[in-house]
DNA sequence: TAAATTCATCGCAATACTACGATAAAGCCA
DNA sequence: TGGCTTTATCGTAGTATTGCGATGAATTTA
């Protein structure tokens, strides 16, 4: 029987270093089709684009606006309010940061073959 | 009021292509620090690696091979049944796949610079 | 000021995920 | 065969995610 502080249904984050929980909360935040149709949409644009995501998307505003709480959460997008509106769009910094850690995870060579094991 | 078949709490992946639902649905089996560190391990590995996976884990056993099973749905491992163990490893085929989509998506430039919106 | 626009947040409903003990299934070994 | 090892699956508990209508806050416009 386990007697330490049970805490069910929550990730285990402590166990694991900053790198992987960090590189696990960027997957996350890529982990949904609306969320990576936003992502393309705003590397597609020129300009920042604004709340017009919402007729882009098949989605109600407030689900819009709740998948782009989740990418700024996580840094991969910034939004700056202009009047009425607000311009949302890629944060440079944090998604090169990403883009290094994907790459960094993919770099490795696959040693298995076919009849690897 | 909605009053097409309502499916509460489910993505709506009709609703996106192929493409961004395949992207999502690795991400997301990459969004949790237990699945990288198994990738990291199974990558570090010359040789496939079986269940001492467990032992290499903070977490159950059960927990483990609910991980795994995951990573296996997507594609990204696969396991050979070896005697009492089991061995797993990279798919390379669909490894390579993700590798090529998640590039593919930071291949963009981004535009945006810290004065843009 | 009053109405309209834009967006965030709240609250709810339903499903999905995380974790683990218990148990089952499959193969090994004495 | 009987026990042992290894792994998958079941069942359960708790939390998180997804989606949306309703509402609220901030700003613009009439």
Redesign the interface.
């Known amino acids: 029987m386990n007697l330490e502080t049970r805490t069910m249904g929550v990730?285990?984050?402590q166990?694991?270093?900053g790198e992987?929980?960090r590189?696990?909360?960027l997957?996350?935040?890529?982990?949904?089709?609306?969320?990576?149709?936003i992502?393309?949409h705003?590397?597609?644009q020129?300009?920042?684009i604004c709340g017009d995501l919402v007729s882009e998307l098949?989605?109600a505003q407030a689900t819009v606006s709740q998948h782009l709480k989740e990418l700024k959460a996580v840094g991969l997008i910034?939004?700056?309010v202009?009047g009425t509106s607000v311009?949302?769009?890629?944060?440079?910094q944090n998604?090169?940061e990403?883009?290094d850690m994907?790459?960094q995870?993919?770099s490795?060579p696959?040693?298995?073959?076919d009849n690897?094991?």
């Not at 696959?110 to 073959?113: G, H, I, K, L, T």
């Open positions: 990730t285990k984050t166990h694991f270093t992987q929980n590189l696990a909360a997957a996350k935040a890529l982990g949904h089709p609306a969320r990576i149709a992502l393309q705003l590397l597609k020129q300009t920042c098949p989605l910034k939004g700056t202009e311009c949302y769009c890629i944060d440079k998604w090169e990403a883009r994907f790459l995870l993919f490795s696959v040693s298995c073959q690897c094991c």
